[in-house]
């Protein structure tokens, strides 16, 4: 009897062990070359934030304070009921969830979220602006986002931030005998009101609208993507640990990385840790109903040559040498139409709908679009069909959704004050999404 019962004990220890084996087995044997790719994908290989040389304010903790208020502040606006939130709400992670975007008016294009940009050469879908800063001038002057003007947001700045802007970037000028609007913008009366005005006065008023532009860019610089399940389970794999990597992914979502980086060819546009190239694409998205023709980056590339806020520019605090991209800008290429930036895929799922002007509703008409791989309304598509069958896409739309992680500022110290003009959006009021 104790001889059976040794026997039933050994048996039951060998299976124990057997089982504990298939356990920390991976469920896929990624090869060295597939490991490192999934590593070069993962969070854990973003590189420090880059410097930005024409923003000497970028990194200065007090900017990205007063840059934080700005964010949230509705009197930016030409009815007060527009701040940079208005779109770029934190808890639909920095964007709105419309196909095309709505501030005073209705403008001609989604949304993108800014988490993350910082680490972009270019800003917007066309990239029209080479800077964070320039970038969040753009809709403070435009007639169907914010709507106002320049001396406008410079009467603000004296009035409401007097303290904080000339602990940042020094003494604010005279503005007592400057109209309360006149800018560079279409409203005729602002704009004859702009034209009126002398050209020092023009000058010290462009140099405040360009500060507060450089402070807005210091609180977003600090909004940064967070980890995913994704993420989770590269770390896991690059252990070998199989019951992590089992607790992070399923097997299809794991199934649907395989071909992100395999069939699918996704990793042709979108990789890093940001899971995108930052450069800018004609996949043949179909023109949105409606809309004036939409010339992608031939007319962005135009239009940031010869922006005064551009890197090159009177208002940038860099040195011409620190300009590269710009510098080496071609402007007038054919092949720049209609291609369009590659956002990062971090958090894609949450942000439908897709494209520059919302043209898909879903991932899956997303997928079923590359895989067709349409002719382009203009220019040349760069898709070839990718013979994905709809199990296949399936699997891959399963593993866009463990991309999503928390994102927020660096800095958690950032909170918005409430008080007038400045609309709190979410109990973390601006720091934390998702």
């Known amino acids: 009897m104790r001889a059976l019962n040794w026997i039933f004990v ?63 502040d509705t009197r930016l606006s030409s009815n007060g009921e527009v701040a940079c939130a208005t779109c770029h709400l934190p808890d639909k992670l920095f964007q709105d969830g419309t196909p095309l975007a709505k501030g005073v008016g209705t403008t001609d294009r989604r949304t993108m979220s800014i988490i993350g940009t910082a680490r972009s050469s270019w800003q917007f879908w066309d990239g029209r602006k080479d800077s964070q800063w320039a970038q969040a001038l753009g809709p403070l002057e435009s007639a169907v986002e914010h709507g106002g003007d320049r001396t406008q947001y410079a009467h603000l700045a004296a009035t409401h931030y007097r303290a904080e802007y000339e602990a940042v970037f020094g003494k604010l000028p005279d503005l007592a005998k400057l109209p309360a609007n006149a800018g560079p913008v279409d409203d005729p009366k602002a704009r004859a009101e702009w034209e009126a005005m002398s050209p020092a006065d023009r000058d010290k008023v462009t140099g405040v609208f360009a500060n507060l532009g450089k402070a807005i860019a210091a609180y977003e610089r600090k909004i940064e993507p967070g980890a995913s399940r994704f993420d989770a389970y590269v770390q896991a794999a690059t252990v070998g640990d199989a019951r992590k990597m089992q607790a992070a992914l399923t097997q299809d979502e794991v199934a649907g990385l395989g071909l992100f980086i395999g069939k699918g060819q996704c990793v042709q546009c979108h990789s890093g840790p940001l899971l995108t190239n930052n450069e800018f694409h004609n996949t043949g998205v179909p023109a949105a109903r409606g809309l004036p023709t939409d010339a992608g980056r031939l007319s962005g ?42 956002p990062s895929l971090r958090n894609v799922a949450q942000r439908a709908p897709y494209m520059h002007a919302g043209q898909f509703a879903t991932l899956k008409e997303v997928l079923d679009h590359y895989n067709r791989a349409p002719e382009a309304p203009q220019g040349h598509s760069e898709l070839k069909p990718l013979g994905l069958n709809d199990a296949e896409i399936g699997q891959l739309q399963a593993f866009l959704g463990p991309l999503h992680g928390n994102s927020r500022p660096s800095l958690n110290r950032y909170q918005c004050r409430r008080g007038a003009g400045i609309t709190p959006t979410g109990a973390n009021d601006g720091i934390e999404s998702g």
């Open 10 to 72: 050994t048996a039951a220890a060998l299976l124990a062990v057997a089982l504990l084996s298939a356990a920390n087995k991976p469920e896929t044997a990624w090869s060295k070359d597939e490991l490192d790719q999934l590593v070069s994908l993962s969070i854990s290989s973003l590189p420090p934030l880059p410097a930005d040389p024409s923003n000497r304010v970028a990194d200065d903790e007090r900017a990205a304070e007063l840059g934080q208020r700005l964010f949230f």
């Open 301 to 342: 590339a135009k239009k940031v040559l010869q922006d005064e806020f551009n890197c090159l520019g009177r208002y940038s605090d860099a040195q011409p040498q620190q300009c590269g991209e710009i510098r080496f800008l071609a402007g007038d290429g054919q092949s720049q139409l209609r291609q369009f930036r590659v």
